[in-house]
């Protein structure tokens, strides 16, 4: 059965795909999945609005909006929703799943090949390039978030407060996410021309009806109404379900083990990260590698390199960063085998939180619509985001570029500062060629990636 929409008298269907049907979908998404958050939306958009008319436009910028508000990789956020929407909680896993496997696997693979044959010496020429090309992305990702968030002096000022805090007094990631929230939503209510509510995604087409809708409209779609039982359900299954494996892993292994270690650390993660995989990376970069000694900064770097490349959420690096750090600690375990669990509970930890806060939070989304102070207080924080992105570039920048970075003490601080005689000039030359593709030449990112990969190579065997 069909009925005629308004949108150019296009006929849209009023019964909605098998969930086998969607399966096939959610599996080809999770496949073709490469290009960042951007890039993912915009193929579900196209898979799921345009071609196959499941969500309207509007539901599925509603939808978006929503997750935007949320931690966590908020692309994959928005399959976990319109898969809820059109089949329940089963449709919500199924598609959330297939959203990360595809990119998990990979990853999981090359972390195995990385630990295996790194020191191969054509390895480590591709790695060499990786590394300068890495450094280019998180350049642009931070211009790109910067020409959004920092939309007059009060936002450029939280970035800058933001950036001084991380870099100079090693503030937590957190706390800075918590302060911006407050002086957004302070702000709104003594400057609210400074802290307005800021400007969401624009539509990405014409008005488009989908069959969800039409349903939506009649009343057919019935688990989509809030209910405080269906709510309290939600967080019993779903907070043991995230928390715990952390908990029994900490009474089987005590606090000071490598699993609590891990299982704490990127479930506090989980909570605090707005503004995308960037953002959090600065914080988890210098913490996984000061503070937990799970892996060496330029491995840090390999790591956002070998995530660019496979499809699936940015945010799968810090699987790397787990099977590191089981792969160095696996106490009576293989390391390959001690490193793929340390792998999976990163995984775990990371991505359980996404589906609660789906399940638990997308019947009430229309509460959220039009709350101005919320709006302001995550406008501020993307603006510190911005900041903390900027100590990202900074971090890989004297990472990449000088082969030695000390402590310089200055006023009781002690920010890293690199010697400048051990600059490498063929790591500053790609890192410049890879910037000058992607900002003047609108390169994307896999073409760059492979293209000083190989360049990697060729200066590291014939000018070493």
């Known amino acids: 059965m069909t009925v ?19 399966t096939r979908v959610w599996a080809r998404i999770g496949l073709l999945s490469f290009g960042g958050p951007a890039g ?71 972390s195995i090949l990385y630990v295996l044959y790194r020191h191969v010496p054509l390895v480590d020429g591709l790695f060499f ?113 995230w928390l715990g494996p952390v ?66 959420p940015l945010i799968l690096v810090l699987q790397f960063v787990g099977f590191l750090a089981g792969f160095r600690a696996p106490g009576d375990l293989p390391p390959l085998l001690a490193g793929s669990l340390g792998a999976l509970l990163t995984l775990w930890v990371t991505f359980a939180p996404c589906f609660f806060w789906i399940f638990l939070g997308a019947p009430y989304v229309e509460a959220l619509r039009g709350n101005q102070a919320l709006s302001a207080a995550l406008g501020a924080i993307t603006a510190a985001v911005v900041g903390v992105i900027m100590n990202l570039a900074l971090w890989f920048g004297l990472h990449v570029l000088f082969r030695q970075v000390r402590p310089l003490e200055i006023l009781g601080l002690s920010p890293d500062w690199p010697v400048l005689a051990s600059l490498d000039w063929r790591a500053a030359l790609l890192s410049a060629a890879a910037m000058v593709a992607m900002l003047r030449f609108k390169a994307g990112m896999i073409p760059t990636l492979a293209a000083c990969a190989i360049a990697g190579v060729v200066l590291t065997r014939f000018a070493p």
């Open 129 to 241: 390039g990786v590394k300068a090309a890495v450094l280019a992305v998180v350049i642009e990702a931070g211009l790109r978030i910067s020409r959004r968030a920092l939309k007059n002096r009060a936002m450029v000022a939280i970035a800058i407060i933001a950036f001084v805090a991380i870099f100079l007094f090693k503030a937590p990631f957190p706390a800075i996410v918590l302060a911006a929230g407050i002086i957004g939503w302070i702000g709104h209510r003594f400057a609210p021309r400074l802290f307005g509510a800021q400007a969401g995604h624009g539509k990405a087409g014409p008005d488009v009806t989908g069959i969800v809708d039409v349903l939506f409209a009649r009343g057919e779609l019935a688990h989509v109404r809030p209910k405080r039982a269906k709510a309290l359900r939600t967080i019993a299954i779903w907070l043991p379900l």
């Open 40 to 110: 993912q939306i915009a193929l579900m958009h196209k898979e799921l609005v345009e071609e196959r008319r499941w969500i309207g436009e509007e539901r599925f910028l509603h939808a978006l909006n929503y997750c935007m508000l949320l931690p966590g990789p908020e692309a994959q956020q928005l399959a976990v929703y319109i898969g809820w929407l059109m089949h329940r909680t089963i449709g919500g896993l199924i598609a959330g799943l297939l959203f990360i496997l595809p990119g998990a696997l990979v990853m999981l693979g090359l």
């Open 247 to 312: 908990l029994l892993l900490w009474l089987w292994t005590g606090g000071g083990s490598v699993w609590t270690q891990l299982g704490s650390f990127f479930s506090t993660m989980a909570v605090v990260t707005f503004g995308g995989a960037y953002a959090v990376l600065a914080y988890v970069a210098q913490a996984a590698v000061e503070t937990h000694g799970w892996l060496l900064a330029g491995e840090m770097i390999d790591g956002l390199g070998l995530a660019e490349t496979t499809p699936g």
């Open 4 to 22: 005629m929409t308004t949108d150019g008298g296009i006929d849209v269907p009023t019964t909605l795909p098998t969930l086998s049907e969607a």
